[in-house]
Structure formats: structure tokens, C-alpha cells
């Protein structure tokens, strides 16, 4: 199983400012095998990135992901009110899937 | 619009049985990929299960391998998770996703949950 390790767990920010969220495999992901998605209170997961680059249907242009190997990264350029929630990266190298513990972007 | 809904959820005994139900709507329900992914405070998000559109090939996480199956009717567009043997740790919520087009994220849908309780 891939294990996927998020961090931090909590990233306390102001909106207007820059989120950077991290995501270490423990072995190999293909990049076309990598997303990440939003989740708020209430509701499922949403996706935002898939195959590492992408942006998915509507997902604004602040929201951008990068990586390879074993190493990901969520970048949101500018917090807006609505981004405050939990972050989760997702694998589909190999079954199971698995999420990484999530991060949670809070106002601080 | 893709909907997906959720029910069979509930309270049940260590050691019970249950069946979820996920009915689908607003699309080729035969032609996707489909999953049961559950949620806790404490483990996070975890696939349980996987089916392909076929209905043959199915997939399992080793904690519920020879409790839980899998199951569709692509005629009735409902996708099913059998349930026995219940242990506490599988208390979560429920959720069907629909894949995107071979296996994809992109394009994957989640229904609302259903919530399983096992407690005695």
C-alpha cells in the first residue's frame, strides 16, 4: 500500500495569503495518478487537481499542483473566504487508493 | 446532472450484517468504474471496494477481504456493498464515487454518504 503523508496538518493563514501543501509518497506515484481534492464541513470531497497539473472543471486558476516521483505540492496563490477547509492528496498507482491524512487551512 | 444517493446505512451489532444501496441518475451508468470510499475522524478516507462497469472484476481493501462484496445492477443503475461480519472499526460514513472514464479522476462524482453505526 502507498502510504501518503501530508503536510503540515494545519496551516493557519490570513486571507490573501499563500498556501503551500505538501504530500510525500512512500514509494513511486505516476504523476497522471495524483489529485488532490477539497473538502468542506458537510459535505464529500471535491476534486480540484488531477494528474498532478490539472485543474479540474471549475476549480479556480489560484489553486495549482506540482510534483513528481514522490513528492506533490498544492499551491493556493492568494486564500480567498472560501478556500478555508481540508485538503486531501489521492493515489491511483496501485490498489487501494489511498488519501493522504489531509491538511486543514484555517483563518488565523 | 450526475446524482448519486445513498441509503441502508444504520445501527447494527458487532457482527451483523447490513446492505448499502447507491442509486445513480444522469448518466451511462453501465459504462463507468464505481467505488464505496468511507470516512472516520480518525482514519480519514479509505477505499473499501471497487467494481468495474462490467461487474466482474472487483477490488477490496484487505481489512473487509471475505466480509464485504461488491455488487451492481446496471440494469436497475444501483451499485450494492454487502456487509457482514460488522466490527466497531467499520463504523464511518459511506460514500459511492462514480470513477471518470477509465478509472480517471477527472470526472468522478460522490454521492452525500450514508452513515453506518456498529455498536452494541
Known amino acids: 500500500e502507498i502510504v501518503l503523508t501530508q503536510s503540515p496538518a494545519t496551516l493557519s493563514l490570513s486571507p490573501g495569503e499563500r498556501a503551500t501543501l505538501s504530500c510525500r509518497a512512500s514509494?513511486?506515484?505516476?504523476?497522471?495518478?495524483l489529485a488532490w481534492y477539497q473538502q468542506k464541513p458537510g459535505q464529500p470531497p471535491r476534486l480540484l487537481i488531477y494528474?498532478?497539473?490539472n485543474r479540474a472543471t471549475g476549480i479556480p486558476a489560484r489553486f495549482s499542483g506540482s510534483g513528481s516521483g514522490a513528492d506533490f505540492t498544492l499551491t493556493i496563490s492568494s486564500l480567498e473566504p472560501e478556500d478555508f477547509a481540508v485538503y486531501y492528496c489521492?493515489?491511483?498507482?496501485?490498489?487501494?487508493?489511498?488519501f493522504g491524512q489531509g491538511t486543514t487551512v484555517e483563518i488565523k | 446532472e450526475v446524482q448519486l444517493v445513498e441509503s441502508g446505512g444504520g445501527l447494527v451489532q458487532p457482527g451483523g450484517s447490513l446492505r448499502l444501496s447507491c442509486s445513480g441518475s444522469?448518466?451511462?451508468?453501465?459504462?463507468?468504474?464505481m467505488f464505496w470510499v468511507r470516512q472516520t475522524p480518525g482514519k480519514g478516507l479509505e477505499y473499501v471496494a471497487g467494481?468495474?462497469?462490467?461487474?466482474?472484476?472487483?477490488y477490496y481493501v484487505d481489512s473487509v477481504k471475505g466480509r464485504f462484496i461488491i455488487s451492481r445492477d446496471n440494469f436497475e443503475n444501483t451499485l450494492y456493498l454487502q456487509m457482514s461480519g460488522l466490527r466497531p472499526e467499520d463504523t464511518a460514513l459511506y460514500y459511492c464515487?462514480?470513477?471518470?472514464?477509465?478509472?480517471?479522476?477527472?470526472?468522478?462524482?460522490w454521492g452525500q454518504g450514508t452513515l453506518v453505526t456498529v455498536s452494541s
Open positions: 494528474a498532478t497539473f
Open positions: 464515487v462514480k470513477s471518470g472514464p477509465d478509472w480517471a479522476f477527472n470526472g468522478d462524482n
Open positions: 467494481i468495474h462497469d462490467n461487474g466482474i472484476n472487483t
Open positions: 514509494q513511486f506515484v505516476n504523476i497522471n495518478h
Open positions: 444522469g448518466f451511462a451508468f453501465s459504462n463507468y468504474h
Open positions: 489521492q493515489q491511483r498507482t496501485l490498489w487501494p487508493r489511498t
